[in-house]
C-alpha cells in the first residue's frame, strides 16, 4: 500500500492543479480576443443590415478631422475615403467594449487601403458618433438604439456561455464559482465611454426581466421595455434624442398584442 502512496499523491496533485488551472480560466486579453473574434462579424452584418434597410438609402460617413478625409462605411466592411478629390478603396469592422486594454469603447475602426492620409492608414471613431452624426440622413434613433440593444445581447450571450463576469478593477474575467452556485449578479448595466448609463436591466437565470431602460450617449432616454421570462410582454416606448415619444408597441409574452403608434410631431 505504501509503495503506491506517491504515485496516488502524484495523480491528486495533478487533479488540483488542472482544477485550479480551470478556476482562473482564460486572462483578460485571452477573453478580449475571444469577444472580438466573436462579435465583430456578427456586429459587422448588424450594421451592414440597418444600412440596407435605412430608409434614406444612403451611406453613413464621418470625417477624420485630423486630415480632412470623408470616410464612406459602405456594406460588409467595404469602405472608401475621399480626400481632395482622391478617391481611395477601405475597410472597416467594429471594435465593441470591452474592447482594448478593457476599457469600455465602442469603436468602428476605418483602414485605408493606401495613401497617406490617415495616421497609420486608420481612423478609430466611437460609434455613436456613427450613428449620431447620421441621424435622419443615413440611420434613425430606432437603429442607433437597436445596435447598440443587439450588441448588449450578444455581449451578455458570449458572457453567459463563458461564466463571465465584468467588473472595473478585474474588466471581463471568468466567474466558475459565482455560476455553478447561482450567485451572479442580477442587475445588467452597462455604461458609454463617457460614463453615462446604456442600458439598465435585471436578468433572471440568463433571461431578461421586468423593465429595462435603454439611453443615448448624452444620457436621455430611448427605449423602455419590459420582459417576462425573456419574452417582451408590455408596451415598450421608442423615444427620440429630444426626448419625444416616437413610438409604443404593446406586446405580450413576444408577440404584437394591440395596436403599433406612431408619432408625428410628439402627437
Not at 483578460?28 to 450594421?47: A, D, T, V
Amino acid at each position: 500500500m505504501r509503495k503506491h502512496l506517491p504515485f496516488v499523491f502524484l495523480i491528486a496533485v495533478a487533479i488540483a492543479i488542472i482544477i485550479l488551472f480551470y478556476l482562473k480560466g482564460p486572462d483578460h486579453k485571452e477573453l478580449k480576443n475571444e469577444w472580438f473574434q466573436y462579435s465583430n462579424g456578427l456586429l459587422k452584418s448588424k450594421l451592414t443590415q440597418l444600412i440596407q434597410k435605412s430608409k434614406y438609402n444612403k451611406y453613413p460617413s464621418l470625417i477624420d478631422h485630423a486630415s480632412n478625409t470623408k470616410l464612406i462605411y459602405k456594406y460588409n466592411g467595404d469602405g472608401t475615403s475621399y480626400h481632395n478629390r482622391i478617391d481611395r478603396d477601405g475597410n472597416w469592422w467594429i471594435q465593441h467594449s470591452p474592447s482594448a486594454n478593457g476599457k469600455l469603447s465602442n469603436e468602428i475602426v476605418f483602414k485605408q487601403s493606401g495613401g497617406y492620409q490617415l495616421d497609420n492608414n486608420l481612423n478609430f471613431s466611437k460609434i455613436t458618433d456613427l450613428f449620431e452624426k447620421n441621424l435622419h440622413i443615413a440611420f434613425d434613433e430606432e437603429d442607433y438604439i437597436g445596435y447598440f440593444r443587439y450588441a448588449d445581447s450578444l455581449r451578455m450571450a458570449f458572457m453567459i456561455k463563458n461564466k463571465l463576469l465584468w467588473s472595473d478593477s478585474k474588466g471581463m474575467h471568468f466567474a466558475f464559482v459565482e455560476y455553478v452556485t447561482n450567485s451572479t449578479p442580477s442587475s445588467w448595466q452597462w455604461i458609454y465611454e463617457n460614463g453615462n448609463i446604456m442600458v439598465k436591466g435585471i436578468y433572471e437565470n440568463g433571461k431578461r426581466e421586468n423593465e429595462w431602460n435603454w439611453y443615448f450617449s448624452n444620457g436621455s432616454l430611448a427605449l423602455t421595455e419590459y420582459y417576462n421570462i425573456g419574452l417582451l410582454n408590455g408596451t415598450s416606448v421608442y423615444y427620440s434624442l429630444k426626448g419625444e415619444i416616437l413610438k409604443k408597441i404593446p406586446y405580450e409574452y413576444g408577440k404584437l398584442n394591440g395596436i403599433r403608434k406612431i408619432y408625428k410631431d410628439n402627437k
